[in-house]
């Protein structure tokens, strides 16, 4: 379905194509990673985003010295970004954290211990929390960027061993509202369809998403195919903020933060009114629902809904630059193209209404029929590296078990502890604590003993000040996993070293439902280890602690075995061969052996090694070419929507009015403040803060106003500007230029500074649904404090 390397490159002129559309070009091709003469090349997956390229490190003499992009990719055709180019420089960094780090009060200096006395110290903690307090008392929060051996074996301990289910993780704050929407609208998580989409799409719908920022070879893509085919492609960019995304746009719609419910309804509306919707395909396969109790409703009562949503009313809600022609215009190209493919993340997901935002994408999709076809496709990109693989698919969330099982459901939760062996009845019945649910109970002294893992809440937390008291608090134990010292071991009791990507083995899942593997290459630094080997050693002192040989058996099978390789690959097998088999992600075709031989990976579902082999499903749901849609097949229809979650087998079209945010701006706080990232940085630069290029680049947070706004105020460029909210204040130089819309400011979150780091003032409303905070929306207001000032780059323990 992808294009070969040779076609690709035909058809590129990359750079005067991208300078035509004035774009800086953030794509560095692997000729310029070769000049390092590296004299060995390994193969892996990049650390960093959901796009999953493949990469190659370089070695000289052993050490890393260079990425590059691998020419033949079917992902990335042989282009990185520069994080991905740059990220062997984290191998050897000064300041990775290298023995484990301890100290009793929070108002201690740490000191170093052994590994024997850190993990009986974390086994000491965990069990006397759950002796006195409860398995309630403790808690695991992970990341989307961990292996999914990691969150499995994590989750396993937490689950069975300590009969928790307060395992959490970052993808709250990412891609809940995704999961929420594929759940509600599909009846099962993650895209139907793949990149190989873009190829052999003619109209792009993207909404929310910088994606030439956020995933810039996907996006180099969509440019491509924008720019070989200028008049046949349609790009629709839908943002409050003009982003570098936008620059390959036919039309960029710019509306109020939070109205874009009313707009994706006004283009039903148009959909419907002008009859550009499929009739065969919503006859055969949809339904209309509505409310909490998904009552079935009829098209006409969907079209009575509608009628509020008339292009002229939505302009009125939208404002901006959005009128009922340009609503008309959309919808049109949207619904008439051959193939239409929908993008979008956090200016969705990160939303109080972010299930409802993605099911109106949804709808769109299954009004026109604009799935499952080729260059069809309703697709969510997931953010970081594996929050699909390990946390979505690996059981890494309060609510979910391994294999896309709800712990609600007693058989799918009895079918676990089967397979694990463990008496029934030891996984609880309830789900944990969400994020925000979790953190609060930290805040309450509730939660005693609390493991973070390979994330920074300290940082990425909304109003973080709020919930950094509570890790602050003497009473809760806090132990950490990092590479690095961060805004969250400042808080901690026990900091704990691990290994980084290439020093250890493990599986990432990326987006489009691949998992790569990235296998040990070098040893990790000083005392630093896998965490597979940490939860292990951890759960076998606790199950002496606690004198429990049910926490013992969780880790088992793993007793023993040798942790660069031996050790992932049997949790792996478990995992693989027990959890997914017979569920919709299932990967028991993809083996250690199989992804080893495969460079590009395998996409589930691939029950099979014969279909791993050939690299697993392009497109789920569609006869011949998704193995489960032949075998789950009850009809001779061409589609099969067997998602585990709608038991009539029929995609549901949402009924969802608009809902403006948890927090509209006033005459006290007049702005629009929204937060996102740039194309250098990644999260709290924890890592990208230390690989100098990146820095150097970016040294410090800005906040983006509208000239018209900074006219307006007496705002000029690089003048210190006070952004302050109901929560607290943030000090930032400004940058002056027609990003934003008026009344909006935008400010990036990567930053680490007291005075600039964002979340000191955001707002922790979440979805009801998906319980995923609203980051991209809250109230604030701002003011010229001077002039420009000298700014200095800040990342913990390192000071420039
Ligand atoms: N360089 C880099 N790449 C990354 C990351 C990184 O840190 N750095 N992180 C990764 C992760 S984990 C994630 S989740 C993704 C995030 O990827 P994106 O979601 O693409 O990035 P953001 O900058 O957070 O937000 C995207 C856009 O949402 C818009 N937005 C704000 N409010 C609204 C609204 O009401 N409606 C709509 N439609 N849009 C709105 C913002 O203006 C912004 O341009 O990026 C991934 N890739
Ligand atoms: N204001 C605002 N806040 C946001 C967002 C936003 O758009 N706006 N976006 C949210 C989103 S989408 C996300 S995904 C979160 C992300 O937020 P975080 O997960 O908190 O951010 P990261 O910097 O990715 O944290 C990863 C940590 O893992 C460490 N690390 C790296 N490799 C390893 C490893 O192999 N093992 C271990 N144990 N540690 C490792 C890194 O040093 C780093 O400290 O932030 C959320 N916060
Ligand atoms: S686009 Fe994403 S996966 Fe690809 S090199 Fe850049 S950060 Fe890595
Ligand atoms: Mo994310």
Redesign the pocket.
Known sequence: MALTRREFLKRTAALTAASLVGMKLPFVLDQEAQAADADKWVRGVC?FCGVGCRVELGLKNGKPVAIRGVPDSRTNYGFLCMKGMLFYQ?MNHPERLKKPLYRASKKDKFKEISWEEALDIAAEKFAQAVKNYGPNSVAYYG?????TE?TYLFQKVMRAGLRTNNVEG??R???ASAVGGYLTSFGADEPIGSYADIEQAFCFFIIGSNMAEAHPVLFRRVMRRKLDNPKEVFVINADPRVSPTSRIADVHLQFKPGTDLALLNAMAYVIVEEKLYDENFIKNYCVFRVGKNKKKVSFEEYKKFLAAYTPERAAEICGGNITPDIIRLVARKFATSPATMSFWT?GL??RIRGVWANNLVHNLHLLTGQLCRPGADSFSLT??PN?CGGVREGGGLCHILPGHRPVKVDKLRHQVEDLWGVPRGRIPAKPGYHTIAMFSAVNEGKIKAIWI?????A????HVDKYRKGMAREDVFLV?????P?K??ELANLV?P????F??TGVYGCTERRSQITVKTIDPPGEAKP?VWIVREWALKLAEKLNDPVIKKTVEPFIGLEEGFALPKAIWDEYTQKLTAHRDNDLRGATYEVLMQMPDGVQWPAPTKEWALKGGTYKKFVRGLDPLADKEAVDEKPYQFYGPAHKDRKLWIWLRPYKGAAEEPDAEYPFYLS???IIDH??????TGRIKELLRANPYAYVEINPKDAKRLGINPGDMVLVETRRGRNILPAKVYEGPMEGMVF?Y?HDMHEERM??RV?KDAFDPGSKE?E??ICACRIKRISGPKPLKPYVVGHKI
Not at 498 to 501: G, L, N, P, W
């Open positions: 650390r984290i990341s989307g960027q961990a292996l990691e970052n993808p704050l990412c891609m956090m997901n990160q953010g970081q929050a893992n390979c994330t920074s809440p940082q990425s937390l909304p950490v996993t990092d590479i690095f961060t969250t071991t704990l691990t290994a980084f990507h020093e250890k965490e937060t996102g990232r990644w999260h709290t630069t924890s890592m400010v979150w964002i979340n955001t905070p980051f991209k």
